[in-house]
């Protein structure tokens, strides 16, 4: 089966390569990103699709669901204490019951990666230099697929979220570089 990276370019996305069946990058991947379907059309049968923060201009929420911790519900009592609604986003299922939420990261201020910023809640970002990555929708890991969830628009990063993130620090430089 070949992930299918037509769902994020179509999104707007930057992608790259990630070798079949896996979720880790090859060295030097940040110069493999594109958003040319022909160059996409090109590749090896098999590879799974990443998805670039920095050149996407997002900020990927990867909520995890193992060893007994759960982001999901992280967020959601996240989202309790802050008094604001589940966020409308594009959504992508991972393949192992977990969820990446994507977000347009917000112009003007630096959002880095970081990971188990909360229980369960690893964050993927631009960053100051090469951005962190997601593995995108149509990926296979472990025999099983990235899927749409919500297929929304990618919302603005919540500015109550923004704030968690950053500490309310803003930044001189914009945190999304062209692809």
């Known amino acids: 089966m070949r992930a ?22 090859a060295p030097g991947w940040t110069r493999q990103v594109t958003t040319d379907p022909a160059v996409v059309a090109a590749w090896p049968a098999g ?14 929420l990867d909520l995890d669901r193992k060893d007994g ?11 309790a204490a802050a008094r604001r609604p589940w966020p409308a986003t594009l959504t992508v299922a991972t393949a192992h019951d977990g969820l990446h939420l994507y977000f347009r ?3 003007g201020v630096v959002v880095p990666s970081s990971i188990g910023r909360w229980p369960g809640v690893d964050v993927r970002a631009p960053g100051r ?9 149509g990926s ?18 919540p500015p ?3 704030t968690k993130l ?13 692809a």
Do not use: Q
């Open 47 to 60: 590879v799974n699709v990443g998805v670039a923060c920095r050149a996407s201009g997002v900020v990927g």
């Open 160 to 162: 109550w979220l923004a």
């Open 69 to 79: 911790v759960d982001g999901v519900d992280t967020l959601r009592a996240m989202c």
């Open 140 to 157: 296979i890991v472990d025999g099983r697929p990235y899927t749409i969830s919500r297929d929304l628009p990618i919302a603005p990063l």
């Open 166 to 178: 950053t500490g309310g620090r803003r930044a001189a430089v914009t945190a999304a570089a062209p």
């Open 105 to 107: 990261a917000p112009a």
């Open 4 to 25: 299918d990276p037509s769902v994020a370019l179509a999104a707007g996305l930057a992608v790259f390569a990630l070798p079949a069946g896996a979720k880790r990058a």
């Open 129 to 137: 230099r090469l951005g962190g990555y997601l593995v995108g929708p």
